[in-house]
């Protein structure tokens, strides 16, 4: 470990964090130098450095990395909040995974941190009226991170996407902050209809892995969804859902489920409606 990385404390603010283990990583690992000063240490904040992730991780032959880069800066220029969910995000990537050891691989390397951050993008493009655009990156993320959302949809600050393959979020569904998500979770709708179709995901929700949400329904603040469940009613805040359909199991849950990442149900299993 090199003198800035050690410099810098584990409280410090995430840009000082990811400039510090970039500069290290680029003298430990000489091979990925280029890639490290490109995309991190060649930028003064983290906005920039962003864009210029994104933009070389979307860029393609229909729109190049330059055009990209453009788009997010802009965006970031007129909604600096977009920036600071980023942030948020990343410090929950830190806080919720394990196997996040700094701030430089999810950013650099975890496709549900970027497949989120592409998504925000995509949201102000569809704010702004640029649907078209906006269904191009779209398409463009789920191409390339197999995650699938909606730039309609409405989405917290501080949200961990663990894996993110396999995550799909309908066009009416919204997202409270501080919510973790593993992969192939749905929140879908249960037909064809139109309108108001998909879930409501409260604050600090924990969803499990293959977890399909269905409907438009409210998942209450702090509630959590077992692996594998299939939830077609409102779940209480606090509360536990799990099986297919799913039941409500134990309630109240654990106290901050998306951020401790407790997946366990209660070993005395209770069956309320729901």
């Not at 965006?75 to 969910?85: K, L, S």
């Not at 699938?148 to 600050?157: E, L, S, T, Y």
Request: aromatic letters at 6%; hydrophobic letters at 45%.
């Amino acid at each position: 470990m090199t003198a800035a990385l050690k410099s810098v404390p584990h409280e410090a603010p995430i840009w000082s964090r990811l400039r510090a283990e970039a500069a290290d990583a680029a003298a430990s690992e000489p091979a990925l130098g280029s890639l490290l000063h490109a995309v991190v240490l060649s930028h003064t904040n983290l906005a920039g450095a962003l864009s210029f992730q994104l933009a070389r991780k979307l860029g393609d032959s229909e729109v190049g990395p330059m055009a990209w880069r453009e788009v997010c800066e802009r965006a970031y220029a007129e909604d600096p909040a977009i920036v600071a969910a980023a942030e948020a995000d990343l410090a929950a990537v830190l806080e919720r995974d394990p196997a996040a050891k700094q701030a430089l691989q999810p950013f650099l390397f975890f496709k549900g941190f970027q497949a989120l951050q592409a998504y925000r993008v995509g949201h102000a493009l569809w704010a702004a009226g640029r649907h078209t655009l906006a269904f191009h990156l779209q398409s463009r993320v789920s191409e390339l991170f197999q995650v699938d959302v909606h730039p309609a949809a409405r989405i917290g600050k501080g949200i961990f996407l663990d894996h993110g393959t396999g995550i799909v979020i309908g066009e009416t569904a919204s997202v409270g902050d501080d919510v973790s998500m593993l992969h192939a979770v749905t929140l879908g709708g249960t037909g064809a209809q139109r309108g108001d179709r998909h879930p409501k995901i409260g604050k600090g929700v924990l969803l499990g892995a293959g977890a399909k949400v269905l409907g438009n329904i409210e998942i209450g603040d702090y509630a959590k969804v077992a692996s594998g469940s299939v939830v077609l009613k409102p779940v209480p805040p606090g509360c536990t859902a799990a099986g297919v359909p799913a039941r409500i199991v134990n309630c109240p849950s654990c106290e901050d489920p998306a951020r401790t990442m407790d997946h366990t149900l209660a070993e005395v299993v209770y069956d309320f409606s729901i």
